[in-house]
Antibody
Framework: EVQLQESGPGLVKPSQSLSLTCSVTGYSITSNYWGWIRKFPGNKMEWMGYISYSGSTSYNPSLKSRISITRDTSKNQFFLQLNSVTTEDTATYYC????????????WGQGVMVTVSS | EIVLTQSPTTMAASPGEKVTLTCRASSSVSYMHWYQQRSGTSPKLWIYETSKLASGVPNRFSGSGSGTSYSLTINSMETEDAATYYCQQGSSYPNTFGAGTKLELK
């Protein structure tokens, strides 16, 4: 069974970088697409970006200057880095497997809540 | 970017009642996908490619629509269906989500 697990600090200071890891078991990240999605307080959800089976990336234009998604295929993990965070980046962050045909997300991690605060 | 507008924002339904949630897109999309999220858990794929039920989803659920107008229907509301439902489109960059419909049990 495909399982995803996010990990990383739950508290980040303003202007610093947010770094999260998604560990995948039961499926190789060299297939399909692997994305980051966040849910803000108040329930708005935002697709942040993904890394493909080949290592190419696509980002939400609203984040393009601040976001980087990378991977380590040897560990079957992919990573999110979001730079210059503000309190508006406070959210629950999810990693998910994306299907290119149709563009939906069929497996999700349990989510990690990240608070940006000094 | 394509904006998805879900309605209603919240609603309550009695057991056995038929429920319809709608999602309207600001421009035409090829497919609509739906997720169910219960409090404290991660979203679950519920309906994909407009009308296909994800694994384990009861057949009292159905999805339909095309172009800019899509819907999720529950034929007969059950207690376990109380949750927030989000629509999502992945056919136009960037992927976008609706704001969700919170469905409560009456």
């Amino acid at each position: 069974e495909v399982q995803l697990q996010e990990s990383g600090p739950g508290l980040v200071k303003p202007s610093q970088s947010l770094s999260l890891t998604c560990s995948v078991t039961g499926y190789s990240i060299t297939s399909n697409y692997w994305g980051w999605i966040r849910k803000f307080p108040g329930n708005k959800m935002e697709w942040m970006g993904y890394i493909s089976y080949s290592g190419s990336t696509s980002y939400n234009p609203s984040l393009k200057s601040r976001i980087s998604i990378t991977r380590d295929t040897s560990k079957n993990q992919f990573f999110l880095q979001l730079n210059s965070v503000t309190t508006e980046d406070t959210a629950t962050y999810y990693c998910a497997r994306g299907r290119i045909i149709g563009g939906y997300f069929d497996y999700w991690g349990q989510g990690v809540m990240v608070t940006v605060s000094s | 970017e394509i904006v998805l507008t879900q309605s209603p924002t919240t609603m309550a339904a009695s057991p056995g009642e038929k429920v319809t949630l709608t999602c309207r897109a600001s421009s035409s999309v090829s497919y609509m996908h739906w997720y169910q999220q219960r409090s404290g858990t991660s979203p679950k794929l519920w309906i994909y490619e407009t009308s296909k039920l994800a694994s384990g989803v009861p057949n009292r659920f159905s999805g339909s629509g095309s172009g800019t107008s899509y819907s999720l229907t529950i034929n007969s509301m059950e207690t376990e269906d109380a949750a927030t439902y989000y629509c999502q489109q992945g056919s136009s960059y960037p992927n976008t989500f609706g704001a969700g419909t919170k469905l409560e049990l009456k």
